[in-house]
């Protein structure tokens, strides 16, 4: 079966966390699971740390990029989400690595690698300026993990980002008002959402999808537990166990996702969403985001 969905946000997968892995072989291990759950191409993600700790990852992860085998999905390019995200907002992003807007430090994580998406939250002074920066590098803006109120997201908004990341989670929900409320209202935005029925419940999912029926895509947040069930696994500094389909730590909080994205668009179809619509929120529609045609992403498996 050939690989056909794209994702851009993978912090890990059969076992192996990116942001602790040592060696190519070990990143390698990410794609080939990926390819496995006909991931074909994917967006490593690197969450909060140490700028050491990013560049690092993201210097081991390039190896690879550059040099794909046959049975790997393709790595796309960077994610990073973090540091510059709200302390309030922060889930089980390790707080003492959250730092504020800083141009000199962005630089050094771009330098690094090829980095294409990146997650901030709008809100934080300076914010606006790193947006600003990162569009003129064609760099595409998620805004995430973010405690900010609607008048901030559209400030964020309206300074380049392009897209939310895990639509509800890392933000305020309804009946708060925030980024969510934001995200759902411009037609401008795209919608990263996860949707494997722990993040965001099937009722929230049902009343919200047909609201962002032609911009919404899909993504599993997958840490090192999927692609293979149950156990301890980490999630960079963290201890997280997988259990019940769902991937929490120590004390309790949400750690990315477990699910495939095969799963997933099924759990769409169930809900109503038309196919054609559920499938293209995992193929085409991450690729348009990012400015990478999906054809030549497929083309590489023909």
Do not use: W
């Amino acid at each position: 079966m050939k690989p056909k969905y794209i994702d851009l946000q993978v912090n890990g997968h059969g076992g192996v966390d990116l942001l602790s892995a040592k060696t190519p072989d070990e990143v390698r291990v990410v794609s080939r699971s990926l390819f496995k759950n006909e991931v074909a191409g994917y967006l490593p993600t690197i969450i909060t740390t140490s700028l050491q700790s990013a560049v690092r990852s993201i210097e081991l992860i390039e190896t690879v990029r550059k040099e794909p085998k046959p049975g790997e999905a393709l790595i796309l390019g960077i994610h990073l989400e973090g540091p510059f995200i709200s302390t309030e907002k922060a889930g089980v992003h390790p707080k003492e690595f959250i730092t504020p807007p800083n141009l000199e430090h962005l630089k050094a994580l771009l330098s690094a690698g090829s980095v294409r998406l990146v997650t901030l939250a709008p809100e934080i002074a300076g914010a606006k300026d790193l947006i600003k920066y990162l569009v003129g590098q064609e760099i595409i803006v998620s805004l995430g993990h973010s405690n900010a109120t609607k008048s901030e997201a559209n400030a964020g908004f309206d300074a380049g980002a392009k897209t939310v990341t895990h639509l509800f989670n890392g933000m305020s929900k309804p009946p708060a008002q925030g980024l969510s409320d934001v995200a759902i209202e411009r037609q401008d935005v795209m919608v990263q959402v996860i949707a494997d029925g722990v993040h965001v419940s099937d009722d929230l999912l049902m009343q919200t999808l047909p609201k962002i029926m032609d911009r919404f895509i899909i993504t599993n947040d997958a840490v090192a537990a999927a692609g293979l069930g149950d156990g301890n696994f980490t999630f960079g500094d963290i201890n997280v166990v997988a259990k019940n389909g769902q991937a929490r730590s120590i004390d309790g909080k949400l750690a990315g996702g477990v699910a495939n994205l095969g799963d997933s668009i099924n759990r769409l179809i169930a809900l109503g969403i038309p196919i054609e619509t559920a499938i293209a929120s995992a193929t085409t529609r991450p690729c348009d985001l990012i400015g990478i045609s999906y054809e030549s992403v497929i083309s590489q498996f023909n």
